[in-house]
Every structure is written in structure tokens, then in C-alpha cells.
């Protein structure tokens, strides 16, 4: 049974911080490329962050600086810290794996949970 479990959303005020945690069960967690992705009302899902299996990055341009991903293989968890909160980021907040393997690609994906950046 695949899961993958986001935790950590909540209200914070502009400039607050906030650490998102995806708990992944039920594949390889090793193997897959881990990603976080956003999405607000009415506007694309857009990728936020994301992290190979050897501890490779990448960023959105509009996060690069104050959020950072990270990835404890050991604990099958994915973390995005979240520094110098925006209005902006408010989004409900998604985490993904994908694996590209010879017989298929495979693509999971979270609930989401929801996070609000207001004074």
C-alpha cells in the first residue's frame, strides 16, 4: 500500500517559517526522485522543489534562498523548510515521488496540506 503522508501546514505570519514532512511507505523510497509542488486557487500546480536520490536540488526560482528540501532515506521521509514566509506561498502543498524504472514510470502522489502565510 503506497502512502504518502504531508505533515506540518498550518497559519503563520509573513516571515514565519513553517517545515513540511512527507512520510513515504510502501515503495523504495530510495530510488525515487522526491518532489513538492504547490498549488493556489485558481492557479497552475507548480513544482516547488525537488531531490534526487544521491541529495541533488533543484528550486523554483521564486523560493531558491529560502526554502530548502531535504530527504532522510533511512526514515522513508522527505522535508521541505520553509524560511522568510509570502503571502504568495500560501498554496496547499503536495508531495510526489517518481521513479523511472525499464518496465514503467511510477508516479505518487500526497494529499496535500495547506498552508497560509497572513498577517
Known amino acids: 500500500q503506497v502512502q504518502l503522508v504531508e505533515s506540518g501546514g498550518g497559519l503563520v505570519q509573513p516571515g514565519g517559517s513553517l517545515r513540511l514532512s512527507c512520510a513515504a511507505s510502501g515503495f523504495t523510497f530510495s530510488m525515487y526522485v522526491m518532489r513538492w509542488y504547490r498549488q493556489a486557487p485558481g492557479k497552475e500546480r507548480e513544482l516547488v522543489a525537488a531531490?534526487?536520490?544521491?541529495?541533488?536540488?533543484n528550486y523554483a526560482d521564486s523560493v531558491k534562498g529560502r526554502f530548502t528540501i531535504s530527504r532522510d532515506n533511512a526514515k522513508n521521509t522527505v522535508y521541505l523548510q520553509m524560511n522568510s514566509l509570502k503571502p504568495e506561498d500560501t498554496a496547499v502543498y503536495y508531495c510526489n515521488a517518481i521513479g523511472r524504472f525499464h518496465s514503467s514510470d511510477r508516479a505518487y502522489w500526497g494529499q496535500g496540506t495547506q498552508v497560509t502565510v497572513s498577517s
Open positions: 531531490i534526487g536520490s544521491v541529495g541533488s536540488t
